[in-house]
Protein backbone atom coordinates (compact mmCIF):
# COMPACT_ATOMS: atom_id res chain seq x y z
CA UNK A 1 0.00 0.00 0.00
CA UNK A 2 1.48 3.38 -0.92
CA UNK A 3 1.37 5.96 1.58
CA UNK A 4 1.66 9.42 0.39
CA UNK A 5 1.30 12.56 2.96
CA UNK A 6 0.65 16.06 1.61
CA UNK A 7 1.49 19.07 3.92
CA UNK A 8 2.31 22.43 3.14
CA UNK A 9 -0.76 24.56 1.85
CA UNK A 10 -2.66 27.44 3.56
CA UNK A 11 -4.48 31.17 2.55
CA UNK A 12 -2.23 33.23 0.72
CA UNK A 13 -3.25 36.47 -0.96
CA UNK A 14 -3.16 36.07 -5.08
CA UNK A 15 0.43 36.73 -6.58
CA UNK A 16 1.78 35.45 -3.38
CA UNK A 17 3.34 31.69 -3.03
CA UNK A 18 3.51 28.52 -1.06
CA UNK A 19 5.69 25.31 -1.27
CA UNK A 20 3.86 21.83 -0.90
CA UNK A 21 5.63 18.83 0.39
CA UNK A 22 4.98 15.26 -0.80
CA UNK A 23 6.23 12.60 2.06
CA UNK A 24 6.76 9.19 0.19
CA UNK A 25 9.16 6.42 0.60
CA UNK A 26 12.64 6.18 -1.19
CA UNK A 27 11.55 3.60 -3.42
CA UNK A 28 9.03 5.54 -4.76
CA UNK A 29 10.13 8.59 -5.10
CA UNK A 30 13.27 7.37 -7.31
CA UNK A 31 11.75 4.53 -9.51
CA UNK A 32 8.37 6.16 -9.96
CA UNK A 33 6.61 9.19 -11.90
CA UNK A 34 4.89 11.18 -9.30
CA UNK A 35 2.16 13.89 -10.17
CA UNK A 36 0.70 16.73 -8.29
CA UNK A 37 -3.28 16.74 -9.25
CA UNK A 38 -5.66 18.94 -7.17
CA UNK A 39 -9.60 19.62 -6.92
CA UNK A 40 -11.58 22.89 -7.13
CA UNK A 41 -15.02 22.83 -5.59
CA UNK A 42 -17.30 21.06 -7.34
CA UNK A 43 -15.04 20.18 -9.95
CA UNK A 44 -13.09 16.91 -11.90
CA UNK A 45 -9.68 16.56 -10.98
CA UNK A 46 -7.18 18.30 -12.90
CA UNK A 47 -3.55 17.19 -13.30
CA UNK A 48 -1.02 19.37 -12.58
CA UNK A 49 2.66 18.54 -12.92
CA UNK A 50 4.36 15.30 -13.24
CA UNK A 51 8.12 14.40 -12.60
CA UNK A 52 9.55 11.42 -14.04
CA UNK A 53 11.60 9.08 -12.18
CA UNK A 54 15.33 8.87 -12.05
CA UNK A 55 15.92 7.20 -14.34
CA UNK A 56 14.09 8.80 -17.46
CA UNK A 57 14.16 12.55 -16.08
CA UNK A 58 11.84 15.26 -17.39
CA UNK A 59 9.39 17.75 -15.92
CA UNK A 60 5.88 18.58 -17.49
CA UNK A 61 2.77 21.20 -16.18
CA UNK A 62 -0.53 21.90 -17.34
CA UNK A 63 -0.74 24.57 -19.04
CA UNK A 64 -2.19 26.52 -16.28
CA UNK A 65 0.36 26.24 -14.12
CA UNK A 66 3.11 26.20 -16.69
CA UNK A 67 5.76 29.27 -16.21
CA UNK A 68 4.63 29.63 -11.64
CA UNK A 69 5.01 26.25 -10.54
CA UNK A 70 7.74 23.93 -10.53
CA UNK A 71 7.81 20.29 -9.35
CA UNK A 72 11.09 18.66 -7.72
CA UNK A 73 11.91 16.05 -5.11
CA UNK A 74 14.91 15.88 -3.00
CA UNK A 75 16.00 12.05 -2.41
CA UNK A 76 17.54 12.69 1.00
CA UNK A 77 14.55 13.61 2.20
CA UNK A 78 12.42 11.46 0.96
CA UNK A 79 9.94 14.30 -0.11
CA UNK A 80 8.30 15.52 -3.61
CA UNK A 81 7.80 19.06 -3.83
CA UNK A 82 5.26 22.04 -5.41
CA UNK A 83 6.60 25.18 -5.78
CA UNK A 84 3.59 28.00 -6.56
CA UNK A 85 4.49 31.12 -7.72
CA UNK A 86 2.36 34.15 -8.64
CA UNK A 87 -1.05 32.10 -7.42
CA UNK A 88 -4.14 33.10 -8.83
CA UNK A 89 -8.17 32.53 -6.81
CA UNK A 90 -8.38 29.97 -9.60
CA UNK A 91 -5.73 27.63 -8.21
CA UNK A 92 -7.84 27.58 -5.01
CA UNK A 93 -7.94 23.54 -4.67
CA UNK A 94 -7.35 20.77 -2.38
CA UNK A 95 -3.80 19.20 -3.75
CA UNK A 96 -3.08 15.63 -4.02
CA UNK A 97 0.84 13.80 -4.73
CA UNK A 98 -0.48 10.77 -6.38
CA UNK A 99 2.14 8.09 -8.67
CA UNK A 100 1.32 9.27 -12.33
CA UNK A 101 -1.18 7.30 -13.74
CA UNK A 102 -2.51 5.64 -10.58
CA UNK A 103 -4.84 8.35 -8.44
CA UNK A 104 -6.18 6.24 -6.12
CA UNK A 105 -2.12 6.48 -4.87
CA UNK A 106 -2.73 9.91 -3.38
CA UNK A 107 -2.76 11.13 -0.26
CA UNK A 108 -5.16 13.14 1.77
CA UNK A 109 -4.38 16.35 0.81
CA UNK A 110 -3.41 19.60 1.49
CA UNK A 111 -5.76 22.85 0.77
CA UNK A 112 -4.46 26.13 -1.19
CA UNK A 113 -6.79 29.14 -0.88
CA UNK A 114 -6.38 31.96 -2.90
CA UNK A 115 -7.72 34.77 -1.75
CA UNK A 116 -7.65 38.57 -0.64
Known amino acids: EVSLVESGGGLVQPGGSLRLSCEAP????????LSWVRQAPGKDLEWVSTIRSLRHGGTYYSSSVEGRFAISRDNAKNTLYLQMNSLKPEDTAMYYC????????RGQGTQVTVSS
Open 98 to 105: AKAYDIAS
Open 26 to 33: GSLLEGYD
